[in-house]
């Protein structure tokens, strides 16, 4: 005897697996029956889980607003809308701050993902629909490696400095 050489065949006829994939291809692209059905009776309140909503918002919208205020010097627009605000930081540090956010407890995006060419280095976004208390210590731990920065960036010359702390 030879070589035993298997041969690789599919488990049903090319048309079967083409209307398939389509099949599959169109329910991946809808949510599921469960997610439907709860979004139906989500509607039937929808002016009373609405009002709920925008209550907590507002209630975390204002809670990060005063304590960025409290906690650190940027300048911080109350948002006419959307789920997050934009802090100016005054100088660009947003990379950096982002580099070393998690190693006081807390992890950013630096400003320059939501630009192109390095636009945004002196901004950061600030979501606040989390709960109250990790907002809080989330801006706490924003303010402790914020501490970092600035003393790197008065012990330095520059931003690049800063970087390195």
């Known amino acids: 005897r030879g070589r035993d050489r298997r041969r690789l065949t599919?488990?049903?006829r090319a048309d079967v697996i083409a209307r398939l994939g389509q099949e599959r291809a169109r329910h991946d692209l809808s949510?599921?029956?469960l997610d439907q059905l709860i979004?139906?009776?989500?509607?039937?309140?929808?002016?009373?889980v609405l009002a709920e909503r925008r209550a907590t918002l507002?209630?975390?919208r204002e809670a990060l607003l005063a304590a960025v205020e409290r906690e650190l010097p940027w300048r911080v627009e109350?948002?006419?809308?959307?789920l997050s605000t934009w802090a100016d930081l005054g100088a660009?540090?947003?990379s950096a701050l982002a580099a070393i956010a998690p190693?006081?407890?807390?992890?950013?995006?630096?400003g320059t993902i939501f630009g192109v060419d390095g636009a945004f280095e002196n901004?950061?976004?600030l979501p606040f629909a989390i709960d109250v208390e990790r907002l809080e210590r989330g801006v706490l731990a924003l303010a402790s490696a914020w501490r970092v920065l600035d003393q790197g960036a008065r012990a330095g010359s520059s931003a690049e400095n800063a970087v390195l702390v």
Do not use: F, I, M, N
């Not at 109350?78 to 959307?82: E, V």
């Not at 190693?103 to 630096?110: C, L, S, T, W």
């Open 78 to 82: 109350r948002p006419a809308g959307g």
């Open 103 to 110: 190693q006081h407890g807390v992890v950013v995006v630096p």
């Open 58 to 60: 507002r209630l975390q």
């Open 92 to 94: 660009p540090l947003s």
């Open 39 to 48: 979004t139906l009776e989500l509607l039937a309140e929808e002016d009373v």
């Open 10 to 12: 599919s488990r049903a």
């Open 123 to 125: 901004r950061l976004r």
């Open 31 to 33: 949510t599921g029956l």
